[in-house]
């Protein structure tokens, strides 16, 4: 697949990237700073240096793609941001401006209790803990599905819980329209093969996809 990575410096970013190359895709990596990507990835991607939040600055790394990743993230902590909201509308006006295509957004479950959710988790962890401790975080999440939901374009939000590093267990488990049963966690490179995986399937447009260890 010829894909754009938005993120790819973060976390999960990097290991998407680094999947993605490793499966023979060929890569777009649209970053603020290459130096945040490791040197053997600068050189076996196309890196573009360039603002998400300038839609026609991206144009050109979104068009003709067969999917758009976007993993941006926030690093505020618990501080008001809008980064991933902000960085969903510039990449949803340049695809639209391009002729629309697969978009898919890394959000979290965490704002997200509901069904897959058990009671404790559902009535209790979500709602009076990590919405209070998270509040802004999970707002910026909330507005940029929203975004992308309201794009015309063939999207799919994945919602992982808490992500871990390492080399992760090499499985996922995944549930349409809900949240995985139990899904406490997720390594980013279990995360990364799982976008790679929604991104090449038709079933998932249209959904919100949970993905969990």
Not at 59 to 80: L, N, Q
Not at 206 to 213: D, N, Q, S
Request: glycine fraction near 14%; proline fraction near 4%; aromatic fraction near 4%.
């Amino acid at each position: 697949m010829r894909l754009t990575i938005f993120g790819a410096t973060g976390g999960t970013g990097i290991r998407l990237v680094r999947r993605a190359l490793g499966a023979g895709h060929e890569v777009t990596a649209v970053v603020r700073d290459p130096a945040g990507l490791p040197a053997e990835l600068r050189a076996a991607a196309n890196v573009v240096q360039a603002d998400v939040m300038d839609s026609g600055a991206i144009e050109g790394t979104v068009k003709e793609r067969d999917a758009v990743i976007t993993a941006i993230g926030t690093r505020e902590g618990r501080e008001p941001t809008s980064v991933c909201a902000d960085g969903a509308r510039g990449i949803v006006g340049a695809m639209n401006a391009t002729g629309g295509g697969r978009l898919l957004l890394v959000s979290g479950s965490g704002f997200h209790a509901g069904p897959g959710d058990d009671p404790l988790t559902r009535f209790v962890v979500k709602p009076l803990v990590l919405r209070r401790l998270l509040k802004h975080a999970f707002a910026d999440m909330r507005d940029a599905e929203d975004v992308v939901r309201a794009s015309g374009l063939d999207w799919t939000i994945v919602r992982p819980p808490r992500l871990t590093d390492g080399h992760g267990a090499g499985r996922y488990r995944k549930a349409v329209d809900r949240n995985v049963l139990g899904g406490f966690s997720i390594a980013r490179a279990d995360l990364a093969a799982a976008l790679l995986d929604l991104a090449d399937d038709p079933a998932a447009i249209g959904h919100v996809v949970g993905v969990a260890r």
